[in-house]
């Protein structure tokens, strides 16, 4: 069944996991796309503010998105989202560590100019098995997603959307061009 905005009322939405992270993905991930000592070396981790080996926050997110798309995005009419609007790390993610995913529907609302689409805003909050939240990747990020009232025509109009366009439905301004220095 695929899931339309009418399917995320706010409030709780769900929870997703258990996902196991082991030292040999973390390192690999860090490796290649976090390269930091503290996410590489048990010494250098041991002197860092992390006082110990610990995940690169980038794999916590990715772990999230993952964890997501496996729980509902995959099956959902979303069309996208134009960002991620609050994203913090909370305390360091551990070999080892069993996350399980918190969601909640923050806020739902049609669209003001494609009314056949509503945006819907997510939090999500990574927690470890006792509970302590990790990366809360506290993660609010808006998303468009068709309506299941759509007409075929609108769905159709609704797939050409850019970025710019979802951008400006919420509120945001468009980037004006920097201004020429004058001395």
């Given at each position: 069944?695929?899931?339309?905005?009418?399917?995320?009322?706010?409030?709780?939405?769900?929870?997703?996991?258990?996902?196991?992270?082991?030292?040999?993905?973390?390192?690999?991930?860090?490796?290649?796309f976090?390269?930091?000592?503290?996410?590489?070396?048990?010494?250098?981790?041991?002197?860092?503010?992390?006082?110990?080996?610990?995940?690169?926050?980038?794999?916590?997110?990715?772990?999230?998105?993952?964890?997501?798309?496996?729980?509902?995005?995959?099956?959902?009419?979303?069309?996208?989202?134009?960002?991620?609007?609050?994203?913090?790390?909370?305390?360091?993610?551990?070999?080892?560590?069993d996350?399980?995913?918190?969601?909640?529907?923050?806020?739902?609302?049609?669209?003001?100019?494609?009314?056949?689409?509503?945006?819907?805003?997510?939090?999500?909050?990574?927690?470890?098995?006792?509970?302590?939240?990790?990366?809360?990747?506290?993660?609010?990020?808006?998303?468009?997603?068709?309506?299941?009232?759509?007409?075929?025509?609108?769905?159709?109009r609704?797939?050409?959307?850019?970025?710019r366009?979802?951008?400006?439905?919420?509120?945001?301004?468009?980037?004006?061009?920097?201004?020429?220095?004058?001395?």
């Open positions: 069944m695929t899931l339309t905005f009418e399917d995320f009322p706010p409030g709780h939405f769900g929870r997703f996991g258990p996902r196991r992270v082991t030292r040999e993905e973390m390192l690999a991930f860090a490796a290649e976090d390269p930091q000592p503290m996410h590489l070396d048990e010494e250098a981790a041991k002197r860092s503010m992390l006082q110990g080996l610990s995940a690169s926050g980038w794999h916590l997110c990715s772990i999230m998105m993952r964890m997501m798309c496996d729980g509902y995005i995959g099956r959902t009419a979303s069309l996208g989202s134009p960002g991620v609007n609050e994203l913090r790390w909370l305390a360091p993610l551990r070999p080892g560590d996350l399980m995913l918190d969601v909640d529907v923050t806020e739902a609302r049609l669209s003001r100019s494609r009314p056949e689409t509503g945006i819907v805003t997510f939090k999500a909050v990574v927690r470890n098995a006792a509970g302590t939240v990790e990366g809360a990747v506290s993660v609010v990020a808006p998303a468009e997603i068709l309506s299941a009232f759509g007409t075929e025509e609108a769905v159709a609704a797939v050409d959307l850019t970025a366009d979802i951008s400006r439905d919420l509120g945001f301004q468009e980037p004006q061009p920097p201004k020429a220095f004058t001395t």
